[in-house]
């Protein structure tokens, strides 16, 4: 079956290291997106991508950065300079980049909480 | 800039009520509009969607109907179950690389 995976489910990192959190999609997508989903918020674009070696910053990139050497994977790297990284991680992908209809089909996510 | 409203929680009903949140957008041009649902610690899964004035997204039960004239895309459902517990998204294509999501719903349903 098609889909999206994300690992690990939960993560757990010291201050000032360095995490990455790992988004695969098998559904042949171009696009793919980084999320950030804090408790009673909607969900905050970190970073999105067209293309392979091909990214823009979302909203809230500071802090974070990303790779996408191949179609299929786009990970995500929580520096030590985010402020506050503990949240929930969703990546997502569609067809295509800036298509309005166009669904969005979203990963189970990464729980990452900084101790 | 584009924006969506909705209904802020929690929503509790009881098993077989009728479910209404509301939602409302500000955009430019012709947005599609969609309806995601997050179990508890899940992703988000596509409810529906709508993609031009006047069209009907339904699934599952649950019914939307995009209003231009009132920029709104209500969900609705009938008759909740239990299994209906989950917070629910609403989210506006527009203009922009990206979808703009409402802060969300939870809807508890209780037997």
């Known amino acids: 079956d098609g889909g999206i995976t994300q690992s690990p489910k939960y993560l757990f990192r010291k201050e000032g290291q360095n995490v990455t959190l790992s988004c695969e999609q098998n559904l042949n997508h171009d696009a793919m997106y980084w999320y950030r989903q804090d408790p009673g918020q909607g969900l905050r674009l970190i970073y999105y991508s067209q293309i392979v070696n091909d990214f823009q910053k979302g909203d809230i990139a500071e802090g974070y950065s990303v790779s996408r050497e191949k179609k299929e994977s786009f990970p995500l790297t929580v520096t030590s300079a985010q402020k506050n990284p503990t949240a929930f991680y969703l990546c997502?992908?569609?067809?295509?980049?800036?298509?309005?209809?166009?669904?969005?089909?979203f990963g189970p996510g990464t729980r990452l909480t900084v101790l | 800039g584009d924006s969506v409203t909705q209904m802020e929680g929690p929503v509790t009903l009881s098993e077989e009520a009728f479910l209404t949140i509301n939602c409302t957008y500000t955009?430019?041009?012709?947005?599609?509009l969609f309806w995601y649902v997050q179990y508890p610690g899940e992703g988000l899964q596509l409810l529906l969607k709508a993609t031009k004035a006047d069209d009907k997204g339904s699934n599952k039960g649950f019914e939307a109907t995009y209003r231009k004239e009132t920029t709104s895309f209500h969900l609705e459902k009938g008759s909740v179950q239990v299994s209906d517990s989950a917070v629910y998204f609403c989210?506006?294509?527009?203009?922009?690389?990206?979808?703009?999501f409402g802060t969300g719903t939870l809807l508890a349903v209780q037997p």
């Open positions: 955009a430019t041009g012709y947005p599609s």
């Open positions: 997502a992908s569609s067809i295509r980049l800036g298509v309005i209809t166009d669904t969005q089909y």
């Open positions: 989210a506006l294509g527009g203009a922009t690389n990206k979808l703009i």
